[in-house]
């Protein structure tokens, strides 16, 4: 019974209020007196081929503060690539070689196939010994180094992708209006 009593109720309860909408007519404006604003991504243009750069922007926009971001992003690899075909094509061969291996992966390779990467120097097993003598010489990331070193980037690259999680982490906070402070 109590039942059915609240729900004549409410029944009678929609039907008024849906009369009483019905039957006003309310007319409303809005006036915009000033456009939001807009935070717009710079454009970074890099037109030469032979500039070993990328361009990149970003752009984040609240309600009350927008933040606009454009940066270049240096390609070392490309550098050295370029810069040692300038040194072979002078006749500095054992220059060439040499910058190369600066990138580990070049400086495996070559270790590997038992033509050792030249220092201070010294080609073939002469360079051989000089680079086990000089260990602290050799780039990060090589094979060559002791597991304690390689622990040791590792941490590195942990903080960096730590601080790179925090920025991201802030962008997002920036992006949907809530202040927080790091």
Known sequence: MKNVLFLVFFSILIIFSYSIQAETNTVSSTVVTSTP???NAPSVVVNNSDVCKTGSSTAVQTQVF????GLTIRDENCERIKLSRQLYAMGMKVAAV???TQDYRVFDAMWSAGTYPPINGKIGLEAKEEW???KHLIPDGSFLLDEKEIAKQTEQTKRDLHDFEKFIIMGMAMYIGLPILF
Do not use: D, E, F, K
């Not at 927008?66 to 971001?69: D, N, R, Y």
């Open 132 to 134: 086990l003598v000089n």
């Open 66 to 69: 927008g933040i606009a971001q």
């Open 37 to 39: 604003s807009t935070a």
């Open 98 to 100: 040499s910058l190369l």
